[in-house]
């Protein structure tokens, strides 16, 4: 999709179709030019509400103000509204509350690019008729005016980061039996050489090396080997170094505590933490932020066969703590505890932050669209909250306590993989991976787990059915927000 910035009125820009924002259901603003047409056809002006007028070739969408979220979501559901029409071109006027403010025009280009997607690599008839170019009018209004540098910087970035977002969106919907780890590699390695970024990609020789026996026992029934994946952007001049950790299930049969045949439908996106930390460190390379990032992704599939891990088995993780195994589809933690733990001997980072489809209990405690932020440090849990709710993603915190803690003590090994207790799980799965969180980062990690945004089975917001991409314009965000400190 290609942009192109005008200082000319819209009236004067060519396209196939103009589309209107409504803000507010303030239906006399200028911008409004067919108040009798709408009133007709019923449009209330709501937020993401449609109102094609095809004699007029215009597209009205209801906003309920000019905050980034809205306008996001807004411009999302005009681009889904034309799918399938004969428009290949849009014009569009910029929606500001102030001058210096850029922000909903960043948001309205990532709004347009993430309604756009659509994932049919396994149809045989593709969509025709996709909006090819979209035409920004920066003209002056209501006393608002916005330099054309600065905007067409704010735009190359809300590209980056949805492409970014896309990227990952790709990997995520690809089925288990096309994206298995080594594929999972393939993509890292080949994103890397396109990006500039340095790859290293452990096989079961060097993972047997570096005693991740918990991610190795968790792999070991699969025909298709894991892989650890370590991609690393490192200016010349770096503000801070952030570690980014992903988890990488590339299918999750449950192993021999096999999931209902309804709950393995969705479990190619049990791969969506490992793919996020891909498509962060796409965008990181590609915006040249001042950070040192490093991403490390466990890519495992987890499988049924004469050689599974067991129930009742006891493993040794990276750390030399052990873990009695009560439940095999409690694997993602057991990845993560080794992937973790590699990731700290390698990285000694300022922040560290994990990513993971982790617990069906999140899903249950803050909804589907939510992600649940866990750690020691509320100063860290915060510029998670804070980078997902500025980058129009929806994160809340979610906090240990020693109670629920006990829960996961064993009285056979050091830990146990699951809670005695149904309830706060996802607490607990995050409180299991404290345990691989060394001194020296204890107070600078985060546990992010994704499980209800990842993957949806409908459309909401400015995401599509299947993967949403989640965790990856949150994280960019935040290291954004790093790399502009002083």
């Known amino acids: 999709m290609n942009f192109e910035l005008t200082q000319l009125p819209v009236a004067d820009i060519q396209g196939d179709i103009e589309v209107i924002i409504v803000i507010d259901k303030n239906t006399d603003h200028g911008f409004v030019q067919d108040k009798k047409l709408l009133k007709k056809a019923g449009f209330k002006s709501g937020q993401d509400e449609t109102c094609l007028l095809v004699s007029k070739n215009r597209l009205y969408v209801g906003a309920e103000s000019t905050l980034s979220k809205d306008i996001r979501t807004a411009a999302a559901n005009a681009i ?78 809300a590209q980056i980061v949805a492409d970014a977002t896309n990227f990952t969106r790709n990997i995520v919907n690809t089925t288990p039996d096309d994206c298995y780890p080594d594929v999972m590699a393939d993509i ?32 070991r029934a699969s025909r298709h080997k894991p892989r650890v994946i370590h991609l690393t952007h490192k200016p010349k001049e770096a503000k801070c170094v952030v570690t980014l950790v992903g988890k990488g299930l590339t299918y999750d049969s449950g192993g021999l505590s096999l999931k209902p045949a309804d709950f393995m439908v969705t479990m190619k996106s049990d791969k969506s933490g490992g793919s996020a930390v891909i498509g962060i460190m796409k965008a990181v390379a590609e915006m040249n932020l001042p950070v040192e990032v490093h991403g490390f992704v466990g890519a495992v599939e987890n499988m049924i066969g004469g050689d599974a891990y067991k129930p009742d088995d006891v493993l040794v993780a990276k750390n030399g703590k052990t873990i009695e195994i009560r439940n095999t589809d409690a694997e993602g933690r057991l990845v993560l505890a080794d992937t973790l733990c590699y990731a700290q001997q390698e990285v000694k980072a300022d922040y560290l932050f994990d990513f993971a489809t982790l617990t069906g209990a999140c899903v249950v405690g803050v909804g589907h669209y939510t992600s649940g932020v866990m750690g020691n440090s509320d100063e860290i849990k915060s510029l998670v909250v804070d980078a997902a709710k500025r980058s129009g993603e929806l994160a809340t915190a979610l906090d240990f306590n020693p109670y629920l803690k006990k829960t996961i003590k064993s009285d056979i090994a050091d830990v146990c993989n699951i809670s005695n207790t149904r309830y706060g799980g996802a607490i607990t799965a995050g409180q299991f991976l404290s345990e691989f969180i060394d001194e020296d980062h204890k107070d600078k990690w985060a546990h992010i787990d994704i499980a209800g945004p990842a993957f949806v089975e409908h459309a909401w917001g400015e995401n599509p059915f299947g993967a949403s991409g989640a965790g990856v314009r949150m994280m960019v965000k935040l290291i954004e927000n790093l790399s502009q400190e002083d």
Do not use: Q, W
């Open 80 to 157: 889904k509204a034309l799918n399938g029409t004969g428009y290949k071109s849009i014009k569009v006027a910029t929606y500001l509350n102030s001058s210096d403010c850029t922000n909903s025009l960043r948001s309205m280009v990532e709004g347009f690019i993430l309604g756009a997607y659509t994932f049919e690599n396994y149809k045989t008839k593709k969509s025709k008729n996709k909006i090819k170019h979209i035409s920004i009018s920066l003209e002056e209004h209501s006393g608002y005016k916005v330099d054309i540098e600065k905007a067409s910087e704010v735009i190359h970035k």
């Open 188 to 219: 890292a390695e080949a994103m890397a050489d396109e990006t500039g970024l340095k790859c290293k990609v452990l096989k079961p020789k060097a993972l047997r090396e570096e005693k991740m026996e918990t991610l190795l026992a968790v792999a």
